[in-house]
Structure formats: structure tokens, C-alpha cells
């Protein structure tokens, strides 16, 4: 089965102050992806990745970086929290030949 | 601008009975379209999904119907059970394109 493990599943962090969410596939998948769920609007995509050390933006990339030092680590940074990106993170991978795309269990992120 | 539309936001049915959740989309480029079963705590994962060639997708209880012409798709689940009780999600995204876009999500009820 396919495994994308996100760290930390929890976080609070102070308004201004630099997140970072972990993410590790096992799955030797070649594409990653950050996703943001809110209440209403479904998930949206922050970041991909198709390859190492280079990263793509998705539909709603400001206020966010993302980082891809190995195939199986993807990392999505947010140098100045706001409140604003208070939601529920998840991380996906899916392999270069499939269609289907798998999930983490999310990390929910709570900015104050 | 929300590409991919997703209705009811909420459903309730007793168990054994038929839910049917909707979607529709804009781009007509449009040729993969996924369902994503969601549970608390969970991230999503793949339920079903349709390619544009075609019309109708069974597996088990889950039907999902496609209808190019009006670019509206549907998610038919029969003799519904209590389990069934998650958030749904349609998707949408171009074979070989990085990118998936969601509906806004349906929390389905099923009461025992």
C-alpha cells in the first residue's frame, strides 16, 4: 500500500513566526503535492513537485515555499505565518505512469 | 474562480437508501475525474473514477455517471450503509497534467 507520512499531524504556531510541514512518501513516486483544505473549498493545491530539487507553484502558492531535497521528502514553508493559513495540510504523491493520487493524513495547523 | 462545482454541500439518507452527489465543471479540456472518499483524520483516498470516453463507471455499490455534453458527473451510491458516512469529493484534472482540482467537498449522513 502506498504510504505518505506528514509531520508533524499537528501544529500551533505564533502569528509571524516560520512553519515547516514534513512530508516522506515510500512509495518511489516521482510527482508530490501540497494541498490545503478548508471548510467550503474543497482542497487546493500550493506546491508540486515532479522531480528533486525543483519545485512548481499550484493555484494558490503566495505565502508559501516548498522544498524538495529528495524524491521521497517534500516540505512546504511558511517564512511568516498569518492567520489566514490556519487549514489542514496534506501532502499527495502519485507515480509518473498512474493517475491516482495518495494522500497523507494531513497536518492541522492552527496560527494565533 | 471555482472550476469544479460540487453539490449538496450536505446530505442525510437512512441506510439502505440511494445518495447521488453532483458535479459539474467549466473546462472542457477536462478528460479525468476522480471521486475521493474522505474520513475524519483521514486524508482522502481514491473511490472511484471516470475517464472522459466514457459514461458509466461501476464498482460495487458506486456507480459514477459522466455526461460530456452538459460536463456534469455524478456519484451514485446504492443500499447505503452507516460506514458510507464521510466527506466526498469530485475532482477534475487533464491526463498528464500535475494538476487535480476539487469540488468543494459533500459530508455524507447515512442514519442506521
Known amino acids: 500500500e502506498a504510504a505518505v507520512t506528514q509531520s508533524p499531524r499537528s501544529k500551533v504556531a505564533v502569528t509571524g513566526g516560520k512553519v515547516t510541514l514534513s512530508c516522506h512518501q515510500t512509495?518511489?513516486?516521482?510527482?508530490m503535492y501540497w494541498y490545503r483544505q478548508d471548510t467550503g473549498h474543497g482542497l487546493r493545491l500550493i506546491h508540486y513537485?515532479?522531480?528533486?530539487?525543483?519545485?512548481e507553484k499550484g493555484d494558490i502558492p503566495d505565502g508559501y515555499k516548498a522544498s524538495r531535497p529528495s524524491q521521497e521528502n517534500f516540505s512546504l514553508i511558511l517564512e511568516l505565518a498569518s492567520l489566514s493559513q490556519t487549514a489542514v495540510y496534506f501532502c499527495a504523491s502519485r507515480g509518473a505512469t498512474n493517475t491516482e493520487v495518495f494522500f497523507g493524513k494531513g497536518t492541522r495547523l492552527t496560527v494565533v | 474562480q471555482q472550476q469544479v462545482r460540487q453539490s449538496p454541500q450536505s446530505l442525510t439518507v437512512w441506510e439502505g437508501g440511494t445518495t447521488v452527489l453532483t458535479c459539474s465543471y467549466e473546462?472542457?479540456?477536462?478528460?479525468?475525474f476522480p471521486w475521493y472518499q474522505q474520513f475524519p483524520g483521514e486524508g482522502p483516498a481514491l473511490l472511484i473514477s471516470i475517464l472522459s470516453v466514457s459514461d458509466k463507471k461501476e464498482d460495487g455499490r458506486f456507480t459514477t455517471f459522466f455526461n460530456k455534453r452538459e460536463k456534469k458527473l455524478s456519484l451514485h451510491i446504492i443500499d447505503s450503509q452507516p460506514g458510507d458516512s464521510a466527506t466526498y469529493f469530485c475532482?477534475?484534472?487533464?491526463?498528464?497534467?500535475?494538476?487535480?482540482?476539487f469540488g468543494q467537498g459533500t459530508v455524507l449522513s447515512v442514519i442506521p
Open positions: 512509495n518511489n513516486h516521482d510527482y
Open positions: 475532482a477534475a484534472s487533464v491526463i498528464g497534467n500535475n494538476k487535480l482540482t
Open positions: 473546462d472542457s479540456t477536462f478528460n479525468y
Open positions: 513537485s515532479y522531480v528533486a530539487d525543483s519545485t
